[in-house]
């Protein structure tokens, strides 16, 4: 998933790579890489423009073909170019009033012709609306099984002429190209010994990811002399990942809990200190303060919850739950060594920065983050990730909240190319 970073609003940012085409451009293509080179399809999507979820079937992200090109398609031509991914899904939104799925800029001029993409295009589910046209346009696959119907509605198509037998047979050739290019995959001989590779990968990825946001009084590495606390329902039960399409299962979790026994540092003790469902619990506030009271260092995680980003809505606000910010407010008035451990997937006012001296911002960083987060707390390795969106100070400050999301049908990209830093850095917004 590699859409543009368009808004801090939009519900799928956790899951899209940057607010920058040449940075999704160069993950993506890497992804790619890896998921292929065990004989499996990597599938890009959504093909193009989808940036927002409300009544994301029915939009009409409207742009200039500079806009679209500069901002919307490099990504997918850097990824499609260097990643050469078997398959790519299209959007459900329309792109200049044609639905992305049929619309022949979009597929067969930009997508097939100047990119050169020779692989499969499927749907989204339910994206499909008008078959035949899919087809002309270069729609090989729709998407969920729609029956005969679909086969009907060729025939018919081929009768009446909106269609011909050469572009049903192009896209009968992508079929069976993909089918064929997957039929040898690579298949583990040791299955325990794949989750246990695979779990050291995810360690890995997340160690490398992990950005080092503030340090003040080099609080961290931390001193394994001093008594730390660890609060936070986060660490118990880590939000690794978003919800949605998006989510996995996962072979293994790490958890807090479980890693503290093997670490060297003097952990006192654990304390939930909130719920998870941003309701008041004075029972666990309580017990975070008395444990905070009694640590010469405070490990709080916290972040947004899983009702804060998903698929199928909008974020309305970039704050973090309220019963999270009020809890780390009371604790930094007893303890005024507080290392932040966040776990978002995209951006989030930064107000509660002041109470902490060291801020670890692990993004939704995977199934082994937890084992990533203790590693660079530890010093064991340095945190070197990068962020890959601008955090901003205020919502106010990004350039088109007035028509973001649109409540009309229509969706005017007004700002054309000046998404991201490219706003901010242009505009001398401070970030």
Same mark, same amino acid.
């Given at each position: ?6 808004? &801090? ?48 079937? &029915? ?49 067969? %001029? ?16 339910? #994206?499909?609306? %008008? ?37 049903? %047979? ?58 730390? #606390? ?12 978003? &919800? ?69 809505? %909008? ?52 199934? &082994? ?63």
């Amino acid at each position: 998933a590699m859409n543009t970073h368009r808004n &801090a609003f939009a519900g799928r940012n956790f899951e899209y790579y940057s607010e920058d085409p040449y940075l999704s451009g160069k993950l993506a293509a890497a992804m790619i890489k890896g998921i292929q080179s065990n004989g499996i399809a990597a599938c890009v999507k959504h093909f193009a423009v989808n940036s927002q979820e409300l009544r994301r079937m &029915a939009m009409d992200s409207v742009l200039d073909e500079r806009t679209l090109r500069e901002i919307y398609i490099t990504a997918f031509e850097i990824a499609i170019k260097e990643g050469k991914p078997k398959s790519l899904m299209t959007s459900y939104n329309m792109v200049n009033g044609v639905y992305a799925n049929e619309n022949e800029h979009l597929l067969m %001029d930009i997508l097939r012709k100047d990119i050169g993409f020779d692989g499969m295009v499927v749907t989204d589910w339910g #994206a499909s609306n %008008d078959h035949a046209l899919g087809v002309k346009n270069g729609s090989s696959l729709e998407m969920p099984a729609p029956g005969l119907d679909s086969a009907r509605e060729l025939l018919e198509a081929l009768k009446n002429g909106k269609i011909s037998e050469s572009d049903i %047979d192009a896209r009968v050739d992508e079929l069976i190209d993909i089918t064929l290019s997957t039929k040898n995959k690579k298949k583990p001989q040791d299955k325990a010994k794949m989750f246990e590779d695979n779990n050291a990968l995810a360690r890995e990825a997340a160690r490398e990811s992990i950005v080092l946001l503030k340090n003040e009084e080099n609080i961290l590495p931390l001193d394994k002399s001093k008594k730390v #606390a660890i609060i936070g329902d986060f660490a118990f039960s880590p939000r690794y990942q978003g &919800a949605g399409s998006s989510m996995v299962n996962a072979t293994i979790v790490e958890d807090a809990q479980r890693l503290i026994k093997k670490l060297d540092l003097n952990i006192i003790g654990m304390a939930h200190g909130y719920s998870r469902a941003d309701k008041e619990d004075e029972l666990l506030v309580n017990e975070a303060i008395e444990l905070a009271k009694q640590a010469d260092i405070v490990l709080y995680f916290f972040g947004l919850n899983e009702a804060s980003e998903s698929e199928g809505l %909008d974020r309305t606000h970039l704050r973090i739950p309220n019963n999270q910010v009020e809890l780390l407010e009371k604790i930094s008035k007893v303890n005024e060594n507080i290392v932040g451990i966040i776990s978002a997937g995209s951006c989030i006012e930064m107000l509660l920065e002041k109470n902490l001296k060291g801020i670890l911002h692990g993004y939704l960083f995977g199934q &082994a983050g937890m084992g990533a987060v203790f590693e660079l707390l530890n010093g064991e390795y340095s945190p070197s990730g990068k962020l890959s969106e601008s955090i901003v100070k205020k919502y106010e400050d990004v350039p088109n909240i007035k028509y973001y999301p649109s409540k009309e049908r229509i969706s005017e990209y007004r700002e054309s190319i000046f998404v991201g830093y490219r706003y901010f850095t242009t505009a001398d917004v401070p970030v």
